[in-house]
């Protein structure tokens, strides 16, 4: 739409890296596919941040996507990071820790570059999990253990609104007295000025094409917005109004 | 002990405040009781900074401690936090969320107040879930979602090692494929230089007086240490001998 603000912007933003009882990335080939091929690339520079042993999730990646056609390098073999980054034809951030991920992008400084390639350059960009997270505004809403310190919870920002992956829904026979992921949501939807929360279930994502947002997969989306209940959204749904809503503010 | 660098301290640190079926901490009625009776407690001064209705939390706490004899008053209710701290006979810091929690006590700058009071002056300190995790070194293993930022993940310290409360074991029958608390624990014990994490699940205690932190309930609770298994602990069990390791390093 010529009335974005990012009319180049491409995300292909995952819920979760594997489906039960698929392989790794497997149930989403065909997303991926087509995401990555609409653009032509050939190269896909990955962030392994998330997990400890770069070079063996970096390993994984290739074995997934190699066989598609796509050849990956790992971030963390460049020297010099954002050179890297403001050469890649294509970014993918895979999941594990969410804190761990924020915080290697902090110290190695690569936010800019990464927000600039993808939202100037169009240059498509694929989270899973963690690397969904990252994506949007803040981790406020991510489902990880906080096992380090970043020195912000803000991240990419590259959607105004934040994500909650591997939405679980509430086990209505469960006796357990932790807090149930809607009333984790919730709360986060009572700090003041939050951005709304789209909690996507596994094998669910969103596609983002400027300022449409494409809810794919089998299963519905929640979208959290301030004291109202949670709103279910079907599969299909532009939660492009996201992008409009939030710039009017 | 004599050898005790803090050999007045008086903890009793709960994994949850409410255990299924029954009501707000009515499954450690007895545990309470004893602990506030041994010190000949009337008043105990309660932190509701976890959740963000204060008043109404702090009256919940009222009608639940008021008839074992206890009076109950809220820290968000004294001008001065810190005198209110030196003055209390005892502490108790309850559930909700730990990040707004810990967040609440950097805020009101009451951290070192609340320490010295416990680890000095060997008033009683009683925390519940939440309350339990600023208790210790960290927050770096509680189960909330981030959704404020404090300044520093870094806690009460009143124990060196670190608590995951409502430890709740893998369900074999799972396919949702987020971790385990099992891999996140496991994952935190994999960042450098942290400390070990004594895993207590539902209706589960440490009753820490001086070097001696005995464990309550029903179940065995869990010891994380490096990356050796995780090994289970039955009940009666004094955690003290890491009070001695983790002096000794
Ligand atoms: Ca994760
Ligand atoms: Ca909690």
Redesign the interface.
Known sequence: MSSSPYPARQLLLLS??????GGYLEYAQGYIKDFLGRSAVKKVLFVPFAL?DHQGYTDKVKAALGPWGFQVEGLHDFADKCQAVNSAQAIFIGGG?TF?LLKGLYDFQVLEAIRSRVLDHGIPYMGSSAGTNVSTKS???????????PP??EALNLVPFNINP?Y?DTDPNS?????TREE??R??Q??PG?PPVVALR?GSLLEVTGDHAILKGQLEALLFRGDAEPRSYPTGTDFGFLFQELKAQ
């Open positions: 979760n890296s594997t489906l039960h009882p400890r820790n761990q981790i406020h809403t991510t489902n990880d253990m906080p096992i380090v310190f912000s919870f591997h679980l006796t357990h007295k932790g807090e984790r949501i709360q986060y009572q700090v939050v596994e």
